[in-house]
């Protein structure tokens, strides 16, 4: 894919659910959690995490639209959220990291954040000509994949679900997948869908 | 004196060109506030959309009072108003949007913005570490929202975020901005005052035809072939004038001409005939 960059990484659902600056609670709940939303770390060399500005309604989008059984969680005590605000016109949606547990789900993840990249940039102007960028992370087990879009609006959607759909043919589900989480996406988009048009 | 919210709509889509917008902000602002003490979410949200209509005329027309004027930037300020305004409004408005001139205003914002010299903006680096929800003035927590949705109507109010706590990280340069009125100016080094170093001879070359902010004009961006001769003398080693950033020996030396940008204005309205040539050479 033009826009799509695939790289291993060594940050799993694991990694996060031990950072340092969270608190037990945070730490117990995350390792709960199999969609992450996960904050950079290291701006400009700082020990400081932050989120992209608007993660807050992000946020809450992810929570109202992942399909029930979906166990949501941010890597940051609500204490210590930070928004980085780099006032440029790239769009910049928070990185978030699933596990292979809910693969079925990627297709699900995609169609939300495109969805809304759509109701942030509301003009279509602004949406032909913006540059977006996202992270996700998808963790098998003790192994995880990056995939990082960067490139036009125009071309998210079809570039990431081509991806997704590229990558979990490669990655077998584990026998122990819940079948909650087994929920055809199809049905989710639909549901998606119906709630655009209100 | 308008008093209803039809007439509201009357006064702000008519063909008449409407100079001064205190009377209706007011009347709009006090049938908002009787409709929020009413719990009439409905009706405020419809005052409020009204609201951002009179807003937009009123900055686009301040952008063209200024653009006559010659003050550039205070007129590329108030394009920058109305263009935020827009998109605030865009989601919530989209029955009149030609009836009440916002599309016309829309095309032209974006006509007028493509004249601007200004390429390259300032974009502040902020980390926000505390921030106030606009309706209700709530902390924002990222697990226990207070509901106030960002771009959302409540109570005949746009709702946004406050930031009340924020450190100035850095400060870079950017091509694509989220904030236009960040232009760079160049300082003096006598007085140490920024001056305004920016040529606006294509928006002035409009301002001095255009006669009324809705009569209508296109731009067309192309390129045109140049004669070589008017550019003087070219040396090999010149910078080409194509601007292509090369020498001249390396370039255009061995080319019919020199092609440039070239901006096309079409007017639909008449042009005094002593300002229907073209004094800007390049």
Known sequence: MAN?????TDKTLEYWANRPYLSDTVRQSLAQANVLVVPSEGFRDQEIQVFPVCTEGFYEVLRDELPPGTRLE?????????????HSATLIIASVVVGTTTLLI????????SEYI?????NEKDRKESIVRWELTVVDGTRATKLTYEGPVTDFKDEMQRTVAEFSATVAPPASESPLLLAPPLMNEAKLNG???K | MVRTISEIREVLSSPEILVNFEPVISRISAIKSKAVSNGDEKTAKNLWCLESVAEIQQYYLEAFTK????QFFEAWCSLEQVELALNRLRRHFVDEWTNLRLDFIDQKVVSLQSLYPYRIFMSPELIEHEKVCSICERPISIRSPCGHRVGEIYEGKWCGRIVTKCDFVG????ETPLQKYSVPFLSDPETGKSRDHYDYRLVNYLGIRWPSPYQDWEVRWTTALHAKERFGTLGNNDKCPCDSGKEYKNCCLDRRGIIRPHVVFEFRFPIPEHLQTIEMGD
């Open chain 1, 4 to 8: 799509v960059r695939t790289e291993g």
């Open chain 1, 74 to 86: 941010i890597a940051i005590n609500d204490s210590d959220y930070k928004e980085l605000a780099l």
């Open chain 1, 106 to 113: 990627l297709p699900v993840v995609v169609n939300i954040v």
């Open chain 1, 118 to 122: 759509n109701r942030r940039l509301f």
């Open chain 1, 195 to 197: 709630e655009n048009n």
């Open chain 2, 67 to 70: 653009i006559k004027n010659g």
């Open chain 2, 171 to 174: 400060m870079s340069f950017v």
